[in-house]
């Protein structure tokens, strides 16, 4: 059984960076495609960055050239970057992991309880 935890979230100001790290428990994280998501109030769950077991990455294109996901094999965790922040990436940000392709949210089966992000104007 997959478990994943996140950290790293809390308040930001607009124009300015925070990082998320996930960490995963069970199997080594390179047989999973693992990814970031975020729901903002009333709305589906919208994806934010993936990466495939293949290294295949994708993002959604409100956070292309500002954010980036790494994954790091020696600590089993997933990481988001989030640079230039603005007041509308304000969300509950969910950490994913699935054994299918992981490119699409449909694909993803284990999930965080997530944390909170909010950006201040």
């Known amino acids: 059984q997959v478990q994943l935890v996140e950290s790293g979230g809390g308040l930001v100001q607009a124009g300015g960076s925070l990082s998320l790290s996930c960490a995963i428990s069970?199997?080594?994280?390179?047989?999973?495609?693992v990814g970031w998501f975020r729901q903002f109030p009333g709305k589906q769950r919208e994806l934010v960055a993936v990466?495939?077991?293949?290294?295949?990455?994708k993002y959604g294109d409100s956070v292309k050239g500002r954010f980036a996901i790494s994954t790091d094999i020696a600590r089993n965790t997933v990481d988001l970057q989030m640079n230039s922040v603005k007041p509308e990436d304000t969300a509950v940000y969910y950490c994913?992991?699935?054994?299918?392709?992981?490119?699409?949210?449909?694909?993803?089966?284990?999930w965080g309880r997530g944390t909170q992000v909010t950006v201040s104007a």
């Open positions: 069970g199997p080594a994280i390179s047989r999973y495609a």
């Open positions: 990466k495939t077991a293949t290294a295949l990455t």
């Open positions: 994913g992991a699935t054994t299918r392709v992981g490119l699409s949210l449909g694909d993803y089966t284990n």
